[in-house]
């Protein structure tokens, strides 16, 4: 693959030439850099990061023609779904894949050596079995079951198969997460212990915002508004693996449609985050040669202008609760300790479902509904008032 750098409105981009499995041309692929105008970056910086991002998205590669066979092994057709998704889903997504190919699915099936025409709805249930009692979760196996039923779908519609073998008696069951979270009180405890701390920003975004983690660090100045008092929501950072290593990842690609929002700064909000901008420019100044320039668009950066990464703010913020006795929690759970804060407030859950950028109102729901005392109140109110 090739690729070279433009700029389009103030931002730089890596413009990728990418070729499909069948080595045509497919439209060029622009990713962003995490280089603006203001950061002046180097000639050499352009050629570095260009070079991580043909690595990052590499051409999907030339698929060897698949025989259309019931003969097929059933590992072989799994493994040639999953390699076509490459370059079709965000990076992240096809790495989970590739893990669950490489580490569960092909390992399995290339064992037992089934194949397509053999393949029936206990086939597929032993292997759920066996993946739970080799110590995954019922959610984690259901993500496999996300590989496994769209593959068996194509393999009957070929009538590659006899049987729907999708349609299991038994699937593994979703199990919600009840993830722990802080009330007013233990949200303000924390923003005053995380105060000098290293992921104090972090922390104070997440509980006032409930940004998701990648969200919060992809935060950028120029999306945050002072005139207007504003935050904008459209950029993320995120960690992924390439060749066996792991690599920073710059997208505006977020999570859905929804995720892009726009946010609003009250006077305190405003007041904190430009005394944050004020010190990293006093940062800069005082480190001199010293100082990482590539992040200075960034909000969330340390003292010598080094980004945070994902795994370093949640391994922190551990440390952080530990050391000051605070109820465990992880980092994410400040998104809901702030959705649950909101609804206490009173707002709706379809307000929480703009608020935090969920694709879908019905994903708000199952995540907070419980949390919601307003309409069990009326409910009761109703209930005794009709007996009354």
Known sequence: MTGSIQER???????????????????????????????????LKFKRKLAEL????????????????????LCDYIKDYVNAKQGKVQKTTYDIYEHMLNKHLFPYFNNSGVLLSE???????????DRIAY????????????????????????????????????????????????????LKELLNVSKGSSIEVPIYIGAHFG?????????????????????????????????GKLVTVFSDDLKSDSSHRVLPLDEEQSNYLKR????????????????????????????LGNL???????????????????????????????ASLLLAIGYTIKDLQEWLGHANYQTTADLYSHLDPKNKKKM?????????
């Open 135 to 186: 110590g995954l979760s019922e959610n984690t196996v259901l993500k496999h079951h996300g590989i496994l039923r769209p593959v068996l779908k194509k393999a009957y519609k070929k009538k590659l198969t006899k049987e729907c073998a999708w349609e299991l008696e038994e699937k593994p069951k979703f199990k919600k997460y009840r993830g722990e979270w802080y009330n007013s009180d233990e």
């Open 276 to 303: 944050i901008k004020e010190k990293q420019d006093d940062n800069r100044k005082r480190n001199g040669n010293s100082h990482n320039h590539d992040y200075n668009s960034f909000v969330c950066v340390n003292e």
């Open 308 to 338: 945070l990464n994902p795994d370093y703010i949640s391994d922190t913020f551990k440390k952080v609760l530990k050391k000051n006795k605070l109820k465990h929690i992880r980092f994410h759970d400040l998104r809901h300790s702030c």
């Open 119 to 129: 393949v029936k709805p206990e086939v597929i249930e032993e292997y759920y079995d």
């Open 211 to 243: 940004l998701r983690r990648s969200e919060i660090i992809g935060l950028r100045w120029d999306a945050i508004d002072f005139s207007a008092n504003t935050l904008t929501v459209k950029f993320k950072v995120t960690r992924a693996k390439v060749d």
């Open 380 to 388: 009761i109110k109703g209930i005794s008032d009709a007996l009354r």
């Open 9 to 43: 409105n103030g931002k730089y981009y890596a413009v990728l030439i990418q070729k499909d499995g069948k080595g045509k041309r497919k439209p060029n692929k622009w990713v962003f850099t995490g280089y603006t105008i203001k950061d002046k970056p180097s000639a």
């Open 54 to 73: 043909v690595l990052l998205y590499p051409e999907t590669p030339l698929l060897k023609p698949q025989t259309e066979s019931p003969e097929v092994r």
